[in-house]
């Protein structure tokens, strides 16, 4: 099993943010088509940045309840979408015959059962987790803070999965370590005043490779 951790730099709002995050050594940029999102690009925006992309690093669109035109149009242009919103098992299995990521808002108030499990325990067959932290206002995720992360590990089970929601470059290797996700995925932590900072991505895709790094030696030991 590989220790390699996959990075998705989110909100990627222009060619030159996606280049700064390729430079930086992500694996996926992750671009938001949601119109409530202070990220948000249309469709236009997203086929620019996927013209800058070099080959194995992937483009993500991100969706919340969206419209089956602007999921097809992303499609389209080569993107891998991630539905963040209330979009039930049967609908993300329609948009696309591929994989995709489906979000799953954490409430670390809540015990792990009730009504928001019953929903996460639908067949999204073909789905990546991806655990954020719940707004508790409700809502699509964006909190830029953290959940337990413990319980991503007790959701997912043996399945891969990804952890988003206030990650930055001073505690992802503490994920890292604690749970051994399949990939991490930052927005607002690689941020500094609403702009993706250059040092802060470079900083973070460091901090993730010396925990991988460090997780491969204590196997070897």
Known sequence: MS?????????????????????????????????????????????????VLPAFVALVAVFVDPADALVEEALAAGALPQFHGDEPADACEAFTSGPYIKAFHVDAA???????????????????????TARPEGGSGGTGRVFRWEQARRLAGERRFIVSGGLTPENVAACITAIGPYAVDV???????????????????????EADAARAGAVRA
Not at 9 to 29: N, R, T, Y
């Open 3 to 51: 220790l390699d951790t996959r990075i998705k730099i989110c909100g990627c709002a222009s060619p030159e943010d996606a280049q700064l995050a390729v430079d930086a050594g992500a694996d996926a940029v992750g671009v938001i088509l949601a119109p409530e999102s202070p990220r948000y690009v249309g469709i236009a925006r997203l086929r620019e940045i996927a013209a």
């Open 187 to 209: 927005r607002s932590g690689v941020e500094t005043n609403g702009a993706k900072d250059r040092d802060k991505v470079r900083a973070f895709v460091q901090a993730v490779r």
């Open 110 to 132: 809540q015990p792990l059962g009730g009504a928001a499990f019953d929903r996460f325990a639908q067949p999204y067959a073909r789905a990546t987790w991806l655990f954020d």
